[in-house]
Nanobody, 125 residues
């Protein structure tokens, strides 16, 4: 596992959008899984979304209609496009990557280790 550095967080009002980014130049070929996780103060970590080398994605029910995970064609960057943000989305967001297959469920991301530096997302009502 490589500890990745997430960026792109900030403060927005409810209904706003942000796009988080994470460098993934080490993950452009072979089998791999990339993911986003978040943790708010006093709450458990939550797997947000994941994508594998084929582009297959899975997102948590709480965000799947609003957030989109992607790794565009050059595969050098992982994105999390977050639309219609709500106060409950406020958290520190982390990105993660590893060789091999993705977990069977995005919820299992919360048990993984080696999360790198996160980026703060704050949504006001």
């Amino acid at each position: 596992e490589v500890r990745l550095v997430a960026s792109g967080g900030g403060s927005v009002q409810a209904g706003g959008s942000l796009r988080l980014t994470c460098p993934t130049s080490q993950y452009t070929d072979g089998y791999y899984c990339l993911g986003w996780l978040r943790q708010a103060p006093g709450k458990e970590r939550e797997g947000v979304a994941m994508i594998d080398q084929s582009g297959t994605t899975q997102a948590a029910d709480s965000v799947k209609d609003r957030f989109t995970i992607s790794q565009p064609n050059d595969k050098n960057t992982l994105y999390l496009q977050m639309n219609n943000l709500q106060p409950e989305d406020s958290a520190m967001y982390f990105c993660w990557a590893d060789r091999g297959h993705c977990p069977s469920d995005v919820a299992l991301l919360r048990y993984l280790t080696a999360w790198g530096q996160g980026t703060q997302v704050s949504v006001s009502s």
